[in-house]
């Protein structure tokens, strides 16, 4: 395959023509870090504000202080000189106006002579009368007494709320105190002038930052309005696209180059790689059969405007994909170039629904021309469909006269009708009533039609014409016939009294059946009773036998000579012990076949059971080398009589050890399933031929084969476990394949709620009827 198929094309594109496409972001980086910017250019021009405002705060801060810290110092050093200026003679009030020329200056400045008791002495501006001591005007708690000269220029508010700047300072010899007090509001004139200025200033800045930080806010806004919107249109396009089994166009003439939207490439099942194809890649995967891009182009060079084709293109996975094309040339409003915009659609579906009704078609023709019948089909407008060779012969027509479209009264026209002799009408109801109609018509050549006329579901009608002379033919032999069988009747009526009397003898056979089959029953019972007071007989010299056999065996009273004794003695027990078994199973069959049997059902554990009956085998299988497992589900119950179970339990288990042959495996399986509990028994012995399975389970019957004949049985254990079985309301199946193994599950109910409950007996009353608990052996 050409590197083209194999290849996985991409296609992205930024624009369609005037149709903005939503494009993505190239790199997954570039849109992370636009996203941050988003939320980060604000955040930096918060902080921007904040360091601004608070540098701007600082700096109005600063300026006063530094007012303050100048005032300070000025009136400190007015007061030190003031206090070197004034002599102790002097002390009026023209001393300290000369001391303070007018000047603007230094507003709202007084100057206070201190006696030594703290007294004003004179004052400028002078003090309202009450005004004598410097307590009154500084306050009661005015440090400036005490600290003297050491306090320097301290900020104080006065009583009446005004905020000064004060200082002391002493007079030579201790004469008394110099005091300078200058107002703080005076000399903030200046400074609230310029911090209003700068407040303002700040403030435009802010509004400022604030509006561009704003806009930038609902420019990203925007913008992430704008990419979440294109999105969801490309999501939308490419799933309107995807669904409509569609695929975009966007053919650059100029540049030589086209873009496939996503829904093209899934349409093909390729994957996006780059932004654009090539002419040539996109060439590559139309079929030649199908003409190239190549002619189209020339035909769009020659001022063709529009397209619409149907061509195949090649798919990743090798397959050819139906697609029709139809597109429009549009300029492009940016560069002025030429692009065919347009959808390609996957027709694939339609081309094959095409041929496939087309291939119908034709078999349909086929059908109908290849019918006995004349076949002819209407529309609902009178007009010719469809009609077969053998309509156009009855009608003399030509396959000329009889195309397709043509009018009833055309047709009819051009052909013949036939000459009908007479018609005969069937059941049925007229055209115009929307149903159908059957009619018979003869030929004046001897022929008998069947014409049979139905309205169809879209108005038009279908016309059948049968030839039915073999049917007429026959129906009057039949008629011949009907005569015959009257006669036949008579006969069989006169053969009816016969048979009356042939009952009567029957119902005397039948009685006299009925008499034989109670006298069979009574013997059979009567054997039943035989057997089981034979075995009870036979049971107790063999008890006898068996007991002296195993006490000579062990030399209980002695020794008895010649080894060989104690050989004969355990051939003596072993034979008494097998005998026995057989008189037990002959005794227990006789009691099933006879219905003496009485189970009492209880919920016992499964796994306790299939323990106990294990332990019978355990010894044997040890020493035949077979494994024996278990596969029992926690918790599971079994709905039996525990005697019974034991013995069917002890059978089953018995036969798998005794049938497999050394190094085998037996295994014992139960699970719940729905309403009942399976047991299975499976082993790898011998198997049982196919055709011995059905005859398994019938009294003193054995499967003939080596394997069987090796060993001893009375052929009564699975019919005596079948019948158990089905006394307790469940069944039993075999499944066996030669040399592979026997599978045989043991199918019982499930103990409910209510019988879980409920205690059983101690015993069941197998034991209480005679019965042993445990079987030994048992023969299949």
Not at 583 to 594: F, G, K, S, V, Y
Not at 759 to 765: E, R, T, Y
Request: aromatic letters at 4%; glycine letters at 8%.
């Amino acid at each position: 395959m050409p590197e083209a198929a194999s290849a996985s094309f991409s296609a992205r594109a930024e624009s369609s023509l005037a149709v903005s496409w939503p494009m993505r972001v190239r790199d997954p980086r570039l849109g992370l870090v636009e996203r941050w910017l988003r939320y980060a250019v604000p955040g930096i021009l918060a902080v921007f504000l904040a360091c601004l405002v608070g540098l701007a705060a600082l700096h109005i801060q600063g300026q006063r202080a530094e007012i303050l810290a100048g005032a300070k110092a000025e009136v400190e050093g007015f007061a030190r000189l003031a206090a070197r200026a004034i002599t102790p003679a002097g002390g009026r009030a023209s001393d300290l106006r000369s001391l303070m020329p007018e000047s603007e200056r230094h507003p709202g400045r007084r100057l206070l002579l201190l006696r030594p008791d703290t007294r004003i002495a004179a004052s400028h501006p002078p003090l309202p009368a009450d005004a004598t001591t410097l307590a009154q005007v500084l306050g009661e708690s005015e440090p400036l007494s005490g600290l003297g000269e050491r306090a320097g220029a301290m900020a104080l508010d006065l009583p009446g709320g005004e905020s000064v700047l004060a200082a002391i300072h002493s007079l030579p010899d201790g004469a008394g105190q110099v005091a300078v007090l200058q107002p703080i509001e005076p000399l903030m004139r200046g400074w609230s002038a310029r911090a209003r200025d700068q407040i303002v200033l700040v403030a435009a800045a802010i509004l400022v930052i604030v509006g561009v930080g704003l806009a930038y806010g609902l420019q990203s806004r925007q913008a992430t309005r704008a990419d979440r919107a294109r999105e969801q249109i490309r999501g939308r396009l490419e799933t309107a696209l995807r669904r409509g089994a569609c695929g975009l166009w966007d053919w650059d003439i100029a540049r030589g180059r086209i873009y496939w939207s996503d829904s093209m490439y899934a349409l093909l099942g390729y994957q996006r790689q780059h932004e654009y194809l090539s002419f040539g890649a996109v060439n590559a995967l139309v079929h030649p059969d199908d003409g190239d891009l190549y002619s189209l182009a020339r035909g769009l060079a020659a001022a063709q405007t529009c397209v619409d084709h149907a061509f195949r293109m090649r798919g990743a996975d090798g397959a050819y994909v139906w697609l029709r094309a139809r597109a429009e040339v549009m300029a492009d409003a940016t560069d002025g170039g030429r692009h065919l915009v347009g959808i390609a659609t996957d027709i694939t579906e339609q081309r094959a629904l095409e041929e496939t009704n087309a291939a119908s078609d034709m078999r349909l023709r086929d059908a109908v021309e290849a019918i006995s019948e004349a076949f002819v089909l209407w529309d609902t407008g009178n007009r010719l469909v469809l009609c077969n060779s053998k309509f156009r012969h009855l009608h003399a027509l030509s396959p000329e006269d009889a195309q397709s479209g043509r009018s009833y009264l055309d047709v009819m026209g051009r052909g013949v009708l036939p000459q009908i002799r007479r018609e005969s009408p069937e059941a049925g109801l007229a055209l115009a009533d929307m149903a159908a109609r059957t009619f018979e018509a003869e030929l004046t050549d001897g022929r008998w039609l069947q014409i049979s006329e139905r309205r169809t579901k879209d108005g038009g009608y279908v016309s059948v014409g049968t030839d039915i002379t073999s049917l007429k033919r026959h129906q009057e032999q039949l008629q011949a016939s009907e005569r015959e069988l009257i006669e036949t009747v008579k006969d069989l009526k006169r053969s009816r009294r016969t048979l009356e009397l042939q009952t009567q003898q029957l119902a005397d056979l039948a009685e006299r059946y009925l008499d034989q089959k109670a006298a069979a029953e009574a013997a059979s019972q009567a054997k039943s009773e035989f057997l089981a007071n034979m075995s009870h007989e036979l049971r107790t010299p063999l008890n006898a036998i068996i007991g002296f056999a195993d006490v000579m065996e062990n030399a209980v009273l002695g020794p008895l000579g010649t080894p060989r004794y104690t050989e004969y003695c355990r051939d003596i027990r072993e034979s008494g012990s097998h005998l026995l078994s057989m008189i037990d199973d002959i005794l227990n069959m006789a009691r099933l076949e006879a219905r003496r049997v009485r189970l009492n059902p209880r919920a016992i554990c499964a796994t306790a059971a299939v323990g106990s009956a294990l332990g019978l085998v355990e010894a044997a299988a040890r020493e035949k080398g077979i494994t024996v497992g278990v596969d029992v589900q926690p918790g599971i119950d079994l709905l039996a009589d525990p005697s019974a179970m034991q013995q069917i339990l002890a059978n089953l288990v018995q036969n798998a050890v005794k049938f497999t042959p050394a190094g085998g495996r037996v295994a014992v399986r139960v699970r719940r399933a729905g309403a009942s509990t399976h047991l299975f028994v499976e082993d790898s012995g011998i198997g049982i031929p196919r055709a011995d399975l059905a005859r398994l389970g019938r009294p003193f019957t054995q499967v003939e084969a080596q394997m069987t004949r090796s060993h001893k049985g009375s052929g009564l254990g699975l019919a005596i476990t079948r019948s158990m079985v089905e006394l307790h309301g469940g069944s039993l199946r075999i499944r066996s394949e030669q040399s592979v193994g026997t599978v045989v599950l043991v199918r019982l109910p499930a103990p409910v709620p209510e019988q879980k409950d409920r205690p059983g007996p101690a015993a069941g009353s197998l034991r209480d009827s005679g019965r042993p608990g445990t079987r030994r052996s048992v023969a299949a």
